[in-house]
């Protein structure tokens, strides 16, 4: 069964540095999602892609976040310069265009 | 502002009660509502609800959508201890943007 892939599981970053964060979404699907869950808490909206640009953001994703689809099959979610805050599991999604089917996350820690 | 808001916020019960979970919502630009169950990592998906009053159902779990109303209930059967989990409703609304509510958080004892 098609499913959406994300790598690397957990990534531990030391604060002010860059991290990508990978994803491949479910091959013929057209939208693509960042979402974050920090630990205990809800599962938030970061962004929504489709036809190569982003289509909805929240105030969460303000300038030190990036979103890119650089080749047919990767995703990616770009933090320039880590804040501790930023330590939470982010979670990739896609969709054909009705229902979302997630990955299995990235923990990302910030020391 | 949007918001989502789910009700119980936690719930034990034990195996083979019934649970009913709320989900209301107030969102611009309604398009359609979706239950997940989140165990330990990914959300996975349940139901998508489009149109008021008619009911969706997988095996145990069934769910109904009144827009009028604007909420949605989860509705789980004899439930076991594989059901322990928390269940998020998320409206998909503008675009195509899913706002989730916090969750209801199901713990079935044996």
């Known amino acids: 069964e098609p499913e959406v892939t994300q790598t690397p599981s957990h990534q531990v970053t030391q604060m002010g540095q860059e991290v990508i964060l990978r994803c491949v979404p479910i091959s013929n699907h057209l939208y693509f999602y960042w979402y974050r869950q920090i630990l205990g808490q809800k599962v938030e909206f970061l962004v929504s892609f489709y036809n190569n640009e982003i289509s909805e953001k929240s105030e969460i994703f303000d300038d030190q976040f990036s979103v890119e689809r650089p080749d047919g099959s990767n995703f990616t979610l770009k933090i320039r310069s880590t804040k501790l805050e930023d330590s939470a599991m982010y979670f990739c999604a896609s969709s054909e265009s009705t229902e979302a089917f997630f990955g299995q996350g990235t923990r990302l820690t910030v020391v | 502002e949007d918001k989502v808001v789910q009700s119980p916020l936690s719930l034990v019960v034990h195996e083979g009660d019934t649970v009913t979970l709320n989900c209301s919502y107030e969102?611009?630009?309604?398009?359609?509502l979706l239950w997940y169950k989140q165990e330990k990592k990914a959300p996975t998906f349940l139901f998508m609800l489009?149109?008021?009053?008619i009911e969706k159902k997988s095996g145990r779990l069934s769910s109904i959508l009144d827009k009028k109303e604007l909420f949605s209930i989860l509705n789980i059967t004899a439930t076991q201890t594989g059901d322990s989990a928390v269940y998020l409703c998320a409206p998909k609304y503008n675009f195509n943007k899913f706002y989730f509510g916090s969750g209801t958080k199901l713990n079935v004892k044996p």
């Open positions: 489009t149109s008021s009053g």
């Open positions: 969102v611009t630009n309604f398009r359609s």
